[in-house]
């Protein structure tokens, strides 16, 4: 079985996109998923599966549009490659506080993104790093005062959610520790 981290885009933002995690738990195991957990209120789940990614990220959308009546984008990421995205990480000693780098997931490589507009928009201070997988931005200022991280996946030009350094770290050690419990 394979371990997934699904990271969902736009979920318990404001008022739009509530979605519970007790319940999207039930949901990800009614697909079939097992020993689902879930971190923070942000449409974040580790789980096993026996599916593979491009069926399950349609299913598991299409589950959540039916019931609770919006449609979020869904991103899995195996737990080897959590663990290659936050290897890559430029910015990972770049700050004591690790709110200050954000990790913005990409569903497929950004081969056409718009790296001059990205520079244009970087505020002093502000760093970024891009490769197929990810985005990685360091705001020190916070996520909320850049425009760059308002407008990266525009620039981008392909679907991505951002999670901070903390919550990606985090989810990095639950999907590897489920992964140790099946060796």
Excluded at 8 to 26: C, E, K, Y
Excluded at 103 to 127: H, K, T
Aim: aromatic share 8%; glycine share 8%; hydrophobic share 50%.
């Amino acid at each position: 079985m394979t371990v997934w981290v699904a990271l969902l885009r736009g979920v318990n933002v404001g008022s739009t996109g509530r979605l519970p995690m007790a319940a999207f738990r039930v949901m990800l195991e009614r697909l079939g998923a097992q020993d689902v957990q879930t971190y923070i209120q942000s449409g974040n789940a580790v789980f096993r599966s026996d599916q593979g990614a491009p069926g399950l990220a349609g299913e598991i959308a299409a589950a959540i549009a039916e019931k609770f009546g919006f449609h979020p984008a869904v991103l899995l990421r195996e737990a080897d490659e959590i663990d290659d995205i936050l290897a890559a990480n430029p910015f990972a000693q770049a700050s004591a506080d690790p709110k200050c780098v954000h990790i913005y997931f990409l569903a497929q490589p950004a081969s056409g993104a718009d790296v001059a507009g990205l520079q244009a928009l970087a505020a002093r201070g502000e760093a970024f790093h891009l490769t197929d997988a990810a985005f990685y931005l360091f705001a020190p200022e916070g996520i909320g005062r850049s425009v760059l991280a308002a407008r990266a996946e525009r620039l981008l030009g392909v679907p991505a959610t951002a999670r901070n350094l903390r919550t990606a770290a985090a989810l990095g050690q639950m999907a590897q520790a489920m992964a140790a419990t099946e060796e």
